[in-house]
Each structure stands twice: as structure tokens, then as C-alpha cells.
């Protein structure tokens, strides 16, 4: 499912480095996708051919490459886009960034926020790309576990802090609507580098987030 590749080489030139355009499609894989899931609907006992659902196979197949488009885009190519000099070394959190997922395991959708700091060491990233980061990762066939170590990675590697710290606070909907189906269970993960393997640090980044309790 790549979506087109001049898309992203014109999305570089344009200063937006490390995004694909998702409201195209690769039409040949669209119509592979939708006619595996008219299968999928017979197989159920479904007719694809009711009136409500001939669209349907083709709509599935647009909606997974947009959920999965994530494959397509290079988290440290969007830092690298927006990265300056800058001699601050305190905390900067970006908090409750909107986070959007499909669980591996079942593809069903997992959503929460996701919290990230960083300590600069001489680098600082622009704001709006940490989120960016977030969501490349996020819009791909994922666990909450790997999901946060890879984008603290992402950040630690690119950037090269003094520490990076992610906490990700989400609802499975794999645990809502099927298996043991809790309604409010909130799965929490977090990961830390540097700096922030400090009690002190972690404890004021918790705080800062709105977390009374730090993370270890």
C-alpha cells in the first residue's frame, strides 16, 4: 500500500519534508484490498451487493491506507526538516497530543494522548513536529509498548538531547468492545532517557503533565 511516491518528493520541495499527501490513493492496491473484502463480507454471511455496502470494499480499502500511511513517512526526516541551533537546556513538553492507532493484534483502533519532553543539548526542534513524529508512528499496524519506545528513539537519535521522556495514556478498543470488554481500562506506557532515568526530572516532567506520580 505506498502511496505515490512523487507525492512526497513534492511535498520535500515544498518545505513539508517526511509527509505523504494521504487524500490519494495507489489505485491498484485499492481495488486488491476492496475485492479481498467483498470475500471477507460472503465469508461472514454478508452480501457485498446490498445497496448499503456496494461502496463499502472500496471505502475499507481508502481507510486502511490512510490508517496505515505511517509506512510511508520518515519520523526523523520530519525533526531533520526543523531543527535549529539553540543554546536551551531546559524542559520543553509538548502534552495531550491526539493519538490515532490500529492494534496489531487485531486491527482494531486504539486512541489517547501522548506526552513527550526533551532537554536540548545545543538543538531544538520545531514544536509542531513532535506531534508529526507521533502520529508517522502512530499510523501504522501498532503496539502501545513499541509505538512509545519509537518515538523516544526517534527523538534520542535525531535530536540527541539530554533526555527524552514519552507517556502514552490510551483506550483498546480490542479490550472495549470484544474480549473482556471494560469500558473505562486506560493503558498507560512510558519511556525515559538520560536525564530523565532521574527521579528528580522524571517527577517534574510528571508534573508538568498533569501526573502526580512519577513513572519508573
Keep these: 500500500m505506498t502511496l505515490n511516491r512523487q507525492m512526497l518528493e513534492e511535498n520535500e520541495m515544498n518545505g513539508y519534508a517526511g509527509y505523504a499527501k ?19 463480507l460472503k465469508d461472514l454471511g454478508i452480501d457485498p451487493e446490498r445497496e448499503g455496502l456496494k461502496k463499502t470494499p472500496e471505502r475499507v480499502a481508502k481507510a486502511l491506507q490512510f490508517l496505515t500511511h505511517g509506512y510511508d513517512l520518515d519520523p526523523a526526516e520530519i525533526l531533520r526538516s526543523a531543527m535549529f541551533r539553540e543554546e536551551y537546556q531546559q524542559m520543553v513538553i509538548v502534552k495531550d497530543i491526539e493519538l490515532y492507532s490500529l492494534c496489531e493484534h487485531h486491527v482494531l483502533p486504539f486512541f489517547g494522548k501522548c506526552h513527550v519532553a526533551y532537554i536540548p543539548d545545543g538543538r531544538i526542534v520545531g514544536l509542531s513536529k513532535i506531534p508529526r513524529v507521533v502520529d508517522a508512528f502512530a499510523r501504522r499496524l501498532q503496539v502501545q509498548e513499541r509505538l512509545t519506545v519509537e518515538i523516544r528513539n526517534c527523538i534520542e537519535e535525531t535530536l540527541k538531547p539530554q533526555g527524552v521522556a514519552v507517556v502514552i495514556e490510551a483506550q483498546h478498543l480490542c479490550m472495549v468492545m470484544r474480549g473482556i470488554q471494560k469500558q473505562h481500562s486506560v493503558a498507560t506506557t512510558s519511556a525515559f532517557t538520560g536525564e530523565f532515568n532521574a527521579e528528580k526530572t522524571r517527577a517534574e516532567f510528571m508534573r508538568l503533565i498533569g501526573r502526580g506520580t512519577p513513572l519508573g
Design 22 to 40: 494521504v487524500d490519494q490513493y495507489n489505485p491498484a492496491a485499492v481495488q486488491r484490498i476492496a475485492e479481498k473484502f467483498r470475500v471477507i
